[in-house]
């Protein structure tokens, strides 16, 4: 009930592609849905986060889908750039409850040139 | 303003042995968490210090400790080394205990080889 569950392993898309991460959790206690790119040999940095209140949030390239009902949510980059080449995480945790992240399996993406 | 810093970024140690893991938060931030992070995989929760106390600790056994100084500065320890304790080791700071409108930040890691 822990696990916050990540599709797909790796994505590759060209330049200008929309691509999307997907996520699904058990827990209804999560309340606090973030996603973090991780580039290699640095630590997470946090992209973009939403809580179970809202359907939709943008910030940038970057948009978090969330389906409560589905439990579950995702990460959409518009027009993506080589630079967003990297390994995304989506995690979840309570809010108000200690800082204890659960992340996903991550996705690795390419943008090709 | 620094970031979180983390000491060693690399080392290498004998199965058996005891290492220290050391992170420096960003200034102010008064909350240090610590994760696991398997090649391949998603960083996994090991501690969360708050205050210099204990608020939370993730599914690792007693050869995982850690404490949390004065200074908000922590140390991560772990006895008798495994293969499998091979890992990123990532810091992470926040300013308050909780989610609620705070951001955690992650320092760069510290990668431990166990040969």
């Known amino acids: 009930q822990q696990q916050v569950k990540q599709s797909p392993q790796s994505l590759i898309v060209q330049k200008g592609g929309i691509p999307i991460i997907n996520c699904a959790y058990e827990?209804?206690?999560?309340?606090?849905f973030p996603w973090y790119q991780q580039f290699p040999g640095k630590g997470p940095a946090l992209l973009i986060a939403i809580r179970p209140d809202v359907s939709e949030k943008k910030e940038g390239r970057f948009t978090i889908s969330f389906n409560k009902s589905a439990k579950q949510f995702s990460l959409h980059i518009m027009d993506s750039q080589p630079g967003d080449s990297a390994t995304y995480f989506c995690?979840?945790?309570?809010?108000?409850?200690?800082?204890?992240?659960?992340f996903g399996t991550g996705t690795r993406l390419l943008v090709s040139p | 303003d620094a970031g979180v810093t983390q000491s060693p970024t690399h080392l290498i140690k004998t199965r058996g042995q005891q290492v220290t893991l050391r992170c420096s938060p960003i200034s102010g931030h008064k909350s240090v968490s610590w994760y696991q992070q398997v090649l391949g995989q998603g960083p996994q929760f090991i501690f969360q210090?708050?205050?210099?106390?204990?608020?939370g600790r993730g599914n690792f056994p007693d050869r995982f400790s850690a404490r949390q100084f004065p200074n908000y500065s922590s140390e991560l320890n772990v006895n008798a080394l495994l293969l499998g304790d091979s890992a990123l080791y990532l810091c992470a700071s926040s300013y308050s205990g909780t989610f609620s409108g705070n951001t955690i930040y992650f320092g760069e890691g510290s990668w431990l080889t166990v040969v």
């Open positions: 210090y708050y205050e210099k106390e204990e608020r």
């Open positions: 995690a979840a945790s309570i809010r108000t409850g200690f800082q204890k992240l659960v």
């Open positions: 827990n209804t206690a999560f309340d606090y």
